[in-house]
C-alpha cells in the first residue's frame, strides 16, 4: 500500500512528459504548416514553384538534370515507392517513375487548392465524352473551351497530362498524344 503513491506519482511525471513531449512535436508540425493554413504566397524551394519546375522539364531529362533545373536533389520516400521524388512541401512533389524500355514519367502530384481557378467552366462529361468520340481535341481547342490554361501534371515520351481545378474544387484531368496532339483520355476526378 505504501507504494501506490509512489507509483501513482511516477504515472502522472511520465503523462506530464509525454504530453510536454506530444506539444512540442505538434507545434513544430503546425510550424511548417505557416503558409499553408495562412493562405501566404508559395514559398519557393529550389529555382522553381511546382508548376513552374514543370514547365522546364522534358521527358527526356535524367535525374541529375532534373536535380539542376529543380535546384534541389531528388529523394526516395518509401510511403509513395522507391522512385526519385523532388518535394516541394507536405502537399507538392514530382517523381520520377521508369516502367519496360526506359519509358519515364515525370509525373506532378500538386495541391488542387494551389490551383483552383475562378474564371474556368469546366464541361459536362458527357459533352467532353462527345467531343472524344467525334475525333477528340487538342489542348488549344480544350483550353478555348474551358476558358483558362491547363496545369501540367505528367510528362512522358509519348504524352502530357494536364489538370484544370475549378472554383468549386472539380477536378479535370487530359492527357493530349506528343505525336497526334489530340486527347486520348479525360477524366473528373
Not at 464541361?123 to 496545369?151: A, R
Not at 502530357?160 to 472554383?167: A, N, P, Q, R
Request: glycine letters at 8%; hydrophobic letters at 35%; aromatic letters at 8%.
Amino acid at each position: 500500500m505504501k507504494n501506490k503513491p509512489v507509483v501513482i506519482v511516477i504515472v502522472v511525471i511520465f503523462i506530464v512528459i509525454m504530453g510536454i513531449l506530444g506539444f512540442i512535436a505538434l507545434g513544430e508540425q503546425d510550424n511548417s504548416n505557416v503558409g499553408d493554413n495562412n493562405n501566404q504566397q508559395e514559398e519557393v524551394k529550389g529555382n522553381y514553384n511546382i508548376v513552374e519546375a514543370m514547365k522546364h522539364i522534358e521527358s527526356t531529362n535524367t535525374v541529375e538534370e532534373i536535380n539542376t533545373i529543380i535546384g534541389f536533389e531528388s529523394t526516395t520516400d518509401a510511403m509513395i515507392g522507391n522512385d526519385p521524388i523532388w518535394k516541394f512541401d507536405s502537399k507538392n512533389w514530382i517523381s520520377f517513375k521508369t516502367s519496360g524500355n526506359d519509358n519515364v514519367t515525370i509525373q506532378a502530384t500538386i495541391d488542387k487548392e494551389s490551383i483552383k481557378n475562378d474564371n474556368i467552366i469546366l464541361p459536362s462529361s458527357s459533352d467532353l465524352q462527345k467531343d472524344l468520340n467525334n475525333g477528340s481535341f487538342t489542348y488549344e481547342e480544350l483550353v478555348q473551351k474551358i476558358g483558362g490554361e491547363g496545369t501540367l501534371t505528367s510528362i512522358s515520351k509519348g504524352s502530357l497530362s494536364y489538370t484544370w481545378v475549378d472554383k468549386t474544387g472539380q477536378k479535370l484531368g487530359a492527357t493530349f498524344n506528343n505525336e497526334s496532339g489530340k486527347c486520348t483520355v479525360a477524366s473528373y476526378r
